[in-house]
């Protein structure tokens, strides 16, 4: 299967900044990955889906000004959280979709914490 | 998508045989079963996938009614290292988005 990778696996910044986390699809060329969110004990839920070349896809109630996309090419996308607060503390896992059934290979995730 | 709904938890003993039944009454005519393992601070990891019946693989078997209406993922001997979130998911083929449920959190206990 499809190797993803996270970069980076944990970040730790102040209220304000931005951080931009990457996704890589090592050996898979994909035109879509997927980015969600997972709150500690929680489920994941999905945010955006990240379109090579074209505008990323936000779920609803997610706010496509504070969580940037940008899926460059074929193997890498890139989530940059804007203006970070504490409440936007979570664990990040993007994921690369397989090219017909109902499977996706997931990245390692990144943990980032707000100050 | 089709809603899924599992336990919220189970409890086993090293050694057991442990089933984790996913009720998916609204399963459409085209839609998979997919269940994947989660570890804590890792991403899911795909486990198994059926459309009807049964299917195995080196770590898993998926029993499938014939309604479909819910599928059954056993896990056989389980060890510690099986302690993790298991998650049921059903959709299309060409489906792309995953919608997760609240998974199962399986405690496997010495």
């Known amino acids: 299967g499809a190797v993803v990778s996270q970069h980076p696996s944990r970040v730790i910044c102040k209220s304000g900044t931005s951080v931009k986390i990457e996704c890589r699809s090592l050996?898979?060329?994909?035109?879509?990955m997927f980015w969600y969110r997972q709150f500690p004990k929680k489920s994941l839920m999905l945010m955006a889906t990240?379109?090579?070349?074209?505008?990323?896809?936000?779920e609803q109630g997610v706010e496509k000004d504070k969580f940037l996309i940008n899926h460059a090419s074929l193997t890498l996308s890139t989530l940059t959280v804007t203006s970070a607060h504490p409440e936007d503390s979570s664990f990040y896992i993007c994921s690369v979709p397989t090219s017909s059934y109902n499977e996706q290979f997931f990245g390692p995730g990144t943990r980032l914490t707000v100050l | 998508l089709a809603k899924t709904t599992q336990p919220i938890s189970m409890d086993s003993y090293e050694g057991q045989e442990v089933n984790i039944t996913c009720s998916h009454n609204?399963?459409?005519?085209?839609?998979?079963i997919t269940w994947y393992q989660q570890f804590p601070s890792q991403g899911p990891r795909f486990i198994i996938q059926?459309?009807?019946t049964k299917v195995t693989n080196e770590v898993a078997s998926l029993f499938i009614p014939a309604d479909r209406k819910s599928s059954t993922l056993s896990l056989p001997r389980v060890s510690l290292s099986d302690t993790a979130v298991y998650y049921c998911l059903v959709g299309g083929l060409n489906t792309d988005k995953l919608i997760f449920g609240t998974g199962t959190r399986l405690q496997v206990f010495p």
């Open positions: 059926g459309y009807k």
């Open positions: 050996d898979f060329q994909a035109t879509t």
């Open positions: 609204n399963i459409a005519t085209n839609d998979y």
């Open positions: 990240s379109n090579e070349g074209s505008k990323a896809t936000y």
